[in-house]
């Protein structure tokens, strides 16, 4: 049986429910896969952690869940999750404890096995460079750029990715040879794997998957995740569910106080209560909006904010 790259996107591991449940049942379902073996080498596309100050039991599941891969190798890339520059200091640096594990703060060219692979890790602003990120990657050194590769595993915004018209804040990685396969961005799409466990409630819905490559044939391979985390919406006439790991969305309400009363112990997300006639009349135009980026658009674009800080937070968004 050739031997076998496991790459996973970002986990945002965190100590807030139900969130944290959810993320167990992953670290269980993980290990328990015949792929976490001795013979495999393992990449994290970045952001272990949702805060660059985890809860200590979300550091615990992290280096439980990393002690407990069975891999040859296992390589971490810095996400942009992951600094904290009051601390200076990096969340997934405990990892790197574990004698197999190595956590990357900069470029660096890896071979695993037959892959020659480009490592890109997310670079904070003024930490070792002299220049943003987004002027580096668009101008590596000739000892990075001017090589061909099988993989080119980062954690940044490609420049295809726009989450508005105005946005120019993406990275233009073209001019680089080798397949690139992206964290940071948590659905997938071209060039990016996507997280593998529901994170918020814009990935409602979505599938995640672990990547397998053939380190002999280059072959790839999706292995759907189960979905261990989503969000749900029940009318408040519905029985109440069995408790599970969900959040949900209460409609048609009498009041706030009957629907937490009665769906005591799930996640309750929002609660929308039930509209008079009258009321129901009066928000037949109201969705001109479609959705929280126009919002925040909209918003900045009212209190006047710099066209760098609006791109700056909207990446936050996706």
């Not at 990075?144 to 993989?151: G, H, I, R």
């Not at 659905?187 to 990935?203: A, C």
């Not at 309400?253 to 009957?258: E, G, I, L, M």
């Amino acid at each position: 049986m050739s031997k076998k790259l496991i790459v996973m996107g970002d986990p945002h591991f965190r100590k807030v429910e139900p969130f944290f449940s959810a993320q167990k049942k992953i670290v269980n379902w993980f290990i328990e896969q015949d792929f976490n073996n001795e013979e495999n080498y393992y990449v994290n596309l970045g952001d272990v952690f949702d805060s660059s100050s985890p809860n200590p039991d979300a550091i615990d599941l992290a280096i439980n869940f990393n002690n407990k891969l069975k891999f040859k190798e296992k390589n971490y890339l810095v996400g942009s999750h992951d600094y904290n520059r009051l601390k200076n200091s990096y969340s997934p640096t405990p990892l790197g404890r574990d004698k197999n594990t190595e956590i990357f703060y900069e470029p660096a060219i890896i071979n695993i096995k037959n892959l020659k692979c480009l490592i890109l890790p997310f670079i904070y602003d003024k930490t070792f460079l002299d220049k943003s990120m987004k002027e580096y990657y668009e101008n590596l050194p000739e000892k990075y750029s001017n090589q061909e590769y099988d993989f080119i595993f980062h954690h940044v915004q490609d420049s295809s990715i726009k989450f508005n018209v105005e946005d120019d804040s993406g990275i233009n990685l073209d001019y680089l040879k080798g397949k690139r396969i992206g964290g940071h961005i948590h659905h997938r799409r071209k060039g990016y794997l996507g997280t593998p466990l529901i994170n918020r409630f814009d990935e409602k819905g979505k599938d995640s998957f672990i990547l397998i490559i053939d380190l002999e044939t280059k072959e790839e391979e999706y292995i759907e995740v189960p979905k261990f985390m989503d969000y749900e919406t029940i009318d408040y006439e519905t029985d109440c569910p069995d408790p599970c790991v969900r959040i949900f969305d209460i409609i048609n309400a009498p009041s706030r106080v009957a629907a937490e009363e009665k769906f005591k112990g799930l996640f309750i997300r929002n609660i929308e209560l039930k509209k008079t006639l009258e009321e129901s009349k009066e928000v037949v135009e109201e969705q001109n909006v479609s959705s929280i980026k126009d919002h925040f658009i909209n918003f900045c674009n009212k209190q006047k904010v710099s066209k760098s800080l609006k791109n700056k937070l909207n990446a936050y968004i996706n």
